[in-house]
């Protein structure tokens, strides 16, 4: 926080301060606005953020507590002004005002001698509301503050950083002064605590020895290290994340998940949950099918080898699926069945329905059915995705060793969405330009874990659905 008041007051023109989560930005963001509306009495602050929800709660909830319990803003008599939900007007030049993210035009046309510009979750906003921000800048005493998590570089914040005109400020959470001294000193920021656990869901201990030295986190207090994962690195360090290199689900990931040569016996399975990746009829592509064995909480889920059938068309696949449901039940193993509703697929879903078998279409471009705890998932596929690699963080699957299997799956990408921010996962037709083949046996293998889910969900088998 100092770093970042001795840039302000010294007359940084842009200052860029990139960040962990917890770290306390958004409290050193609205220091600033209140220094600076009391400072200039010529002055003009403009606020906003990722969104008007941020804006009004967070950004201004912190404005408003700080202008209150410093007692800013007082009339002659010593009472303080009315300090709006996002505004504070001390006279018709002089005031602060929140922003919505939303309404570019409203971001525009503002003169004053001194004019702040204090952008909060800066990597959520669009160009365009930005270019809005800054064309009010002209004034030579007026100055730009921009915060955020670094998690997306297709973003201004990253573009200005690659600038050069940008003075940065980096906060890893390494550096905060609760980590540093293993204490909670500062209430309700990051802690060593949550550093831990959060590497438990970001990331997942590697030996010194296996990995490159580059792409690890070394956790001093724990002499630990972790992979350094995209989203533990934006989060966590604070560096702009490294969607590209950083494999979603790395190879080690999957290595440490493989079958074990001696599996702990245990009693023969009643269920069976297998995905189908039909075949989009392009090339080399084959329908593949993945399969889990499933068992109770305490012993992972074991996954059968694949079958991979070339050129059937879909009444051949469709007969197929209905085949291995009737001997499934024969056996008195309940197979719980997610097809690859997209496109094509479609043609094997309505021959199934016919037939009145239970399973479950999964359109990859739907959305998400919110299985997983956040709100960033963009659709159906990245939702498949993110569950597939919670379960391996979690040690739920033991995976089959195939060498095609794991290169595909070691290369499915994260992307984010330009329009809304929200991850996805790169497309099929992306993943086979980059591989030459579509990532069909990470998809079978995905989906045949969603079915599972879609499952649960229908039988409102809560603890199931929680079990993350
Ligand atoms: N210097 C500080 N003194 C006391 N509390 C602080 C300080 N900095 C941050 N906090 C508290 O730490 C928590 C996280 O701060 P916040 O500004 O929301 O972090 P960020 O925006 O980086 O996620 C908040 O509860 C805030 O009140
Ligand atoms: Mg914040």
Not at 253 to 276: C, D, E, F, H, Y
């Amino acid at each position: 926080m100092q770093d970042i008041f001795d840039a302000f007051e010294s007359g940084e023109k842009k200052i860029l301060v990139r960040s962990c989560n917890g770290a306390g930005k958004t409290t050193a963001l609205a220091a600033i606005c209140n220094w600076y509306l009391s400072t200039y009495e010529d002055s003009i602050v403009l606020t906003t953020a990722s969104s008007w929800m941020q804006v009004k709660r967070n950004l201004w909830g912190e404005i408003r507590k700080q202008a209150r319990n410093a007692k800013l803003y007082l009339d002659e008599k010593g009472n303080q002004l009315k300090l709006g939900e996002t505004l504070i007007k001390l006279n018709d030049k002089h005031y602060m005002i929140g922003i919505s993210p939303r309404i570019p035009e409203n971001a525009m046309g503002f003169h004053a001698p001194h004019i702040l510009v204090a952008v909060d979750e800066a990597t959520g906003l669009d160009r365009e509301i930005m270019d809005a921000l800054m064309g009010n800048l002209s004034g030579s005493d007026s100055q730009i503050i921009m915060i955020c998590n670094p998690i997306d570089r297709e973003s201004y914040p990253y573009e200005a950083e690659q600038s050069g005109e940008w003075k940065v400020i980096h906060i890893s959470a390494f550096d905060h002064p609760n980590v540093e001294n293993g204490n909670e000193n500062i209430h309700g920021a990051v802690t060593r605590e949550w550093i831990v656990d959060r590497l438990k869901s970001w990331s997942f201990e590697l030996k010194f020895e296996a990995a490159e030295f580059a792409r690890m986190i070394h956790v001093k207090w724990l002499d630990k290290w972790f992979r350094k994962t995209a989203i533990a690195q934006a989060r966590i360090l604070g560096e702009w994340a490294q969607l590209e290199a950083a494999g979603f689900i790395p190879l080690e990931l999957i290595q440490r998940n493989l079958m074990p040569t001696l599996v702990p016996s245990s009693q023969p399975s009643k269920v069976r949950a297998i995905g189908v990746d039909i075949s989009r009829g392009v090339g080399s592509d084959a329908t593949v099918y993945a399969y889990f064995d499933v068992y109770d909480d305490a012993t992972p889920d074991h996954q059968l080898n694949f079958k991979v059938f070339y050129d059937e068309d879909l009444m051949a696949t469709a007969d197929r699926i209905q085949r291995e449901y009737e001997s499934c039940k024969a056996e008195g193993i309940q197979l719980i069945i997610a097809i690859d509703d997209t496109g094509v697929g479609g043609g094997v879903t309505d021959k199934l329905r016919q037939e009145e078998i239970d399973f479950h279409p999964v359109n990859f471009s739907q959305k998400p059915k919110g299985f997983f705890p956040r709100k960033d998932i963009a659709n159906a596929r990245a939702e498949m995705y993110f569950l597939l690699q919670q379960e391996l963080l979690d040690r739920k699957l033991y995976l089959i060793d195939n060498a095609k299997f794991h290169q595909e799956l070691s290369s499915i990408h994260l992307d984010i969405s330009h329009v809304n921010g929200s991850f996805k996962i790169e497309s099929k037709e992306e993943v086979r330009k980059r591989l030459g083949h579509s990532p069909d046996y990470a998809d079978a293998t995905a989906l045949a874990r969603y079915a599972l889910r879609l499952e649960a969900l229908k039988n409102r088998d809560w603890p199931m659905l929680m079990g993350l």
